[in-house]
């Protein structure tokens, strides 16, 4: 009687919390016959036009060519985002999949407290034991992390080349290790082709609602506009709607991220590093599908397509073909060995 109460409980307490999350659309196409996944998004939600919407992408890519049932979570303001997950596990999902670092402590519990669901995480956060090296995650838990840093440096050294000024911007959302490497690899890339360039770097806030602030991104790229920055690269998320705002205001140029940016401000969008959130998504439900589904760490950087800048019939006429071919040598460098991009200020 005891063990009948206590998953009653469980599930109770899964489904009071599902009261407490504002499903964002629910489910792709239902008729499928492929996995049952579910997907917590990140703050922002969809529409962020940047990291959640590479998310919902590759999802549906995934419901389309894998005929995957995938339910979305989006987690209202002020919510507890465990709450969504813990639904998703309790009701037996193959994959249940959360959307940034914010979810890293949770999946690791969840993913010890249900062994038989497979688990992922877009950038889990990895901890380090006493001697510095990184600890695992639980065996069915599979950490997906990229390295921005090495698309960040080809940005960089493509703002230094294109700017016309020795002053180029960066504005952060987060204040927290992983904006860091964008920062990192955004600083040095710029170094790297103007050593007497300044960055100015600026972040939105502490909290997780620094991804979703778009006012504080305008106030703080118009500050460094009016300083001389004439091209600044945001790592944001929805904040850096309000980069592209103050771009489009004063004339001046900004950098996307995560995502192709540049409908967000047409003519004023130099280029954006793109994430592969989308593959990276689908790679996870694919695996699970074929049963070769593993925990672990799995890193993307430009070697393995994770990370990129854009170049297209866009932004081509603002990048001149001599910036884009010192660009194009830096990433071979970077993926032959010859240069290691930093990924700590």
């Given amino acids: 009687m005891q063990r009948v109460l206590l998953v009653l409980g469980v599930l109770l307490a899964a489904h009071i919390g599902f009261l407490l999350v504002r499903p964002s659309g629910a489910t792709v196409l239902p008729e499928g016959d492929g996995l049952d996944v579910g997907i917590v998004f990140d703050v922002g939600g969809r529409g962020d036009k940047s990291f959640n919407d590479g998310a919902y992408l590759g999802a549906e890519r995934a419901a389309r060519e894998l005929g995957a049932r995938v339910r979305f979570i989006e987690p209202g303001e002020g919510t507890d985002r465990e ?77 230094a080349l294109v700017g016309g000024s020795d002053r180029v911007g960066f504005v952060g959302g987060m204040d927290i290790p992983l904006i860091h490497k964008f920062e990192a690899g955004y600083r040095a890339g710029v170094k790297h082709v103007c050593p007497e360039c300044t960055v100015v770097s600026q972040y939105a806030g502490v909290t997780p609602e620094a991804f979703s602030n778009p006012g504080r991104g305008k106030e703080l790229a118009l500050s460094q506009y009016q300083s001389g920055v004439n091209i600044i690269f945001h790592a944001s998320g929805s904040t850096g709607l309000g980069v592209f705002e103050a771009a489009r205001q004063t004339g001046r140029l900004a950098i996307g991220v995560d995502a192709d940016q540049y409908a967000e401000a047409p003519g004023y969008v130099l280029t954006s590093m793109v ?71």
């Fill in 275 to 345: 994430k592969g959130v989308d593959a990276a998504v689908y790679n996870v439900i694919e695996r699970v599908g074929k049963g070769t589904f593993e925990g672990g760490i799995f890193q993307f950087g430009l070697a393995e397509g994770g990370v990129d800048y854009v170049y297209d019939v866009n932004n081509r006429s603002l990048i001149p073909d001599s910036a884009r071919q010192r660009v194009e040598m830096l990433r071979d460098s970077i993926v032959g060995g010859a240069i290691v991009v930093p990924s700590e200020r």
């Fill in 83 to 159: 709450a969504g997950l813990r639904l998703l596990a309790a009701e037996g999902m193959d994959l249940v999949i959360g959307v940034g670092f914010i979810f890293t402590d949770d999946l690791t519990l969840l993913a010890r407290e249900y062994p038989q669901v497979a688990f992922a995480g877009v950038d889990y956060s990895i901890q380090l034991d006493a001697s510095g090296q990184p600890i695992p995650p639980p065996p069915n838990l599979a950490a997906l992390r990229f390295r921005e840093e090495e698309g960040s440096f080809l940005v960089g050294a493509l703002a």
